[in-house]
């Protein structure tokens, strides 16, 4: 039902407008892509499957922070793949054009697999309880009826995020480790001016979208969630 549900926002995205209107802040350097390297494409393209690409079937849009760093913020453009009712799996863009940079990857997992890591591992993982209700993460582009059954959805899920490329420092190619991401649990921790900026784009009112999503029924935050110990670029 659920990945039904998807399938159907994914075409309404197509159609509606919830892409190509946040840029990559980076240039990687590198000539221009030569015509037998676009022929070589073109032709791979056209002959070659990619079913997990193909199985991506939604966008969603929010905000990270280091862990460790509340003060190194960037947004997230996440591509979703639902893999079972449990558990999805996504790919992080630092924009929705065509260039947009890979900046790393976020497992979702349901509350109840969630309550069955061992403590040790909880600390990885952020909830997403805020995000949803404070309207920060959306799904741009899908009719609000088919975004609040979405977002009802994944109130209470828990993320482990990695970025492998900190495009809010490293303008042109992916250095250093990769670094374990946050999400937000709090008025007053995301940058305003992040967030006007994202709303202008998508031509979007957060506090609107909160409003709207009071009736969303979302669990106390489990226990071991949004207590990371690794600190990362203080």
Known sequence: ??????????????AGCGANNSASP???PGAPVAGKTALLESGAAALQ???PIDAINTYLDGFHYYCGNKSGQMEAHHYVTILNEDVMQAVIYDGNKKDAKLMGVEY????????QLPASEKQYWHSHRYEVK????????IPPAAE???????????????????????KTLP???????????ADGQLNPALLADRDRRFD?????????????????VASGADNCQRVHHE
């Open 1 to 14: 039902m659920f990945k039904h549900l998807l399938t159907a926002c994914a075409v309404a995205l197509l």
């Open 26 to 28: 980076v240039t990687a």
């Open 49 to 51: 499957s990619r079913p």
């Open 108 to 115: 979702i997992i349901s509350e109840r697999l969630f309550k």
């Open 134 to 141: 404070s309207g920060s993460l959306v799904a741009p582009g």
């Open 148 to 170: 609040h059954a979405l977002m009802s959805k994944i109130a209470n899920t828990y993320g482990k995020t990695w970025h492998t490329w900190h495009t809010d420092r490293d």
């Open 175 to 185: 250095l250093g480790e990769p670094a374990l991401m946050m999400g937000f649990t």
């Open 204 to 220: 979007i009112d957060t506090q609107k979208i909160q409003k709207s999503r009071e009736d969303i029924a979302a669990h106390p």
